[in-house]
């Protein structure tokens, strides 16, 4: 029986009025920030996460952190760089956040990631544009027993074995690790409960359909029309709306942009017929650093001030304020 690999990866989402077409792979421009491991969120731009990965020990190669993902992909440009033969007999189910495609897949015989290294890793090879610029994208959902730990300040990103060891400065949030292997956080927007996704493959927060539903009554205004871009082909339709303020464990997130879509991704996590949100790059590049400790369900924060953000902290409680202003 063939598996679903499941990369949750919305790397791209523009307003409808600035599309004509799905953007070209040429679109991407050129950004300083490219030269960086760990971008934090600007006024300007969203954040990533990349991590140097040798493939067969060619490398290094730039690689997207996906913490909504339970497996890794490779693109399309890199396999052809590195003249990897696609096992004709051998194809994968990608469910990206977006929709389902059928992708010739990969084997590569040594991955490495710092002290991580794993033999005969297939991999889907895929060809769309959110892939310009990276080697591949990996799933920490699916990669073991690991900790990933990623400071923006510093421009420093570790994968390394999960651990006991406390870490100091840093506000805990304890998570649930899902059936399939994510870091899900209680949360509440507005008045309203909600079960939040870490997923650091997505350069903004989306709420379900459910969650816009129950604070629909309290809406200001409707929502602009946006376009949704993952690692397949499809490509859904959405709106931002400015949200209430947004609570997760000790963090307070105001004036934050939400995306309501029925992505297919709410469904396959069974989050689609109660309020729920992906936490993107939107929100979790607004801080100094953040670990995420699969094996022990625990996600930390350690908070800072930046551009356009401010932070203030109140005993255990950091308010992060954005400034969005929508569409008229």
């Given at each position: 029986m063939k598996t679903t690999i499941l990369v949750a990866c919305v790397a791209a989402l523009l307003p409808v009025a600035a599309l004509a077409?799905?953007?070209?792979?040429?679109?991407?421009?050129?950004?300083?920030?490219?030269?960086?491991?760990?971008?934090?969120?600007?006024?300007?731009?969203?954040?990533r996460i990349l991590v140097p990965v040798y493939i067969d020990g060619k490398g290094?190669?730039?690689?997207?952190?996906?913490?909504?993902?339970?497996?890794?992909?490779?693109?399309?440009a890199l396999v052809q760089r590195l003249g990897l033969a696609s096992n004709h007999t051998s194809d994968e189910q990608v469910q990206g956040?977006?929709?389902?495609?059928?992708?010739?897949?990969?084997?590569?015989?040594?991955?490495?990631?710092?002290?991580?290294?794993?033999?005969?890793?297939?991999?889907?090879?895929?060809?769309?544009?959110?892939?310009?610029g990276l080697g591949g994208i990996l799933g920490m959902a699916g990669f073991g027993p690991v900790r990933v730990l990623v400071d923006f300040h510093n421009n420093r990103v570790e994968i390394d074995r999960s651990s006991t060891r406390l870490v100091d400065g840093y506000l805990g949030i304890q998570a649930e690790r899902t059936s399939g292997g994510l870091l899900m956080i209680p949360a509440?927007?507005?008045d309203i409960d909600v079960e939040a996704v870490i997923d650091t493959g997505a350069e903004e927060t989306l709420g379900n359909s459910a969650l816009r539903a129950a604070l629909l009554r309290n809406a200001a205004k409707h929502p602009e029309d946006a376009r949704i871009y993952g690692v397949t082909k499809q490509v859904s339709d959405g709106g931002i709306s400015p949200s209430p303020t947004i609570v997760f464990g000790p963090l307070v997130v105001q004036?934050?942009?939400?995306?309501?879509?029925?992505?297919?991704?709410?469904?396959?996590w069974h989050l689609d017929s109660r309020p729920a949100l992906i936490i993107?790059?939107?929100?979790?590049?607004?801080?100094?650093?953040?670990?995420?400790?699969?094996?022990?369900?625990?996600?930390y924060l350690r908070?800072?001030?930046?551009?356009?953000?401010?932070?203030?902290?109140?005993?255990?409680?950091?308010?992060?304020?954005?400034?969005?202003?929508?569409?008229?």
């Open positions: 077409a799905p953007p070209p792979a040429s679109a991407a421009k050129p950004d300083p920030s490219d030269t960086l491991l760990a971008s934090p969120t600007q006024l300007d731009r969203v954040g290094p190669f730039r690689f997207l952190v996906d913490t909504g993902a339970d497996g890794s992909m490779i693109s399309q956040t977006t929709g389902l495609e059928r992708l010739p897949c990969v084997t590569i015989a040594d991955l490495r990631i710092g002290s991580i290294v794993k033999h005969n890793v297939h991999m889907p090879v895929s060809p769309s544009p959110v892939m310009t509440s927007v507005g004036g934050l942009g939400i995306v309501y879509s029925d992505v297919p991704i709410f469904k396959i993107g790059m939107n929100v979790l590049g607004s801080v100094d650093a953040l670990v995420l400790d699969y094996p022990r369900a625990q996600v908070p800072i001030q930046t551009p356009g953000i401010s932070v203030d902290i109140d005993q255990s409680v950091t308010l992060i304020k954005h400034d969005f202003t929508g569409g008229d």
